[in-house]
């Protein structure tokens, strides 16, 4: 079985309660209690806004870095906890961005924090490796998405 469990990534501690409370509502509990999950797949992120070196602001630095790093990784800690303790040998799955290996300088922060969601993922796949807990990062290509065209249409005016 599969669900989609909607939470907000600016609010990562409250976003991960709240998803494995829904995982442990659905699938319930496995092995020595943990939640029975055998996979968790982090597709949220923010690219917006865009900026520079020169445009840089504490506030947007933060807030797309709790979105695309901190969320994931309070995500990804809280279900290979389950998973270990459920003895479950499961998957993890990052969305990231091909961006990661060198984006466009207006896409500074962004690019910032792909990088470190492909480290972290690296780190913590051999971390989890002992557990049979795979982690990976899928770094995708520019994707046309309702927000992203909504973005450029308002930045180009087209």
């Given at each position: 079985r599969v669900a989609y469990v909607s939470a907000d990534g600016a609010e990562?501690?409250?976003g991960t309660v709240k998803i494995m409370a829904a995982a442990r509502d659905l699938f319930g509990v496995a092995g020595e209690g943990g939640v029975n999950v055998h996979g968790l797949v982090n597709v949220a992120g923010v690219a917006w806004p865009r900026s520079n070196l020169e445009q840089?602001?504490?506030t947007e630095w933060n807030r797309m870095m709790t979105i695309n790093v901190l969320a994931p990784t309070l995500?990804?800690?809280a279900a290979s906890n389950e998973m270990k303790v459920a003895g479950i040998h499961g998957s993890?799955?990052?969305v990231g961005s091909i961006v990661a290996y060198g984006g466009s300088p207006i896409m500074n922060t962004?690019?910032?924090s792909k990088a470190a969601l492909n480290a972290f993922t690296k780190v913590s796949a051999v971390e989890l490796a002992e557990h049979r807990i795979r982690m990976n990062c899928v770094n995708m290509a520019w994707t046309l998405t309702d927000e992203e065209n909504k973005q450029q249409t308002a930045e180009k005016g087209e």
């Open positions: 990562p501690e409250a840089i602001t504490a995500l990804s800690q993890i799955v990052h962004y690019t910032v």
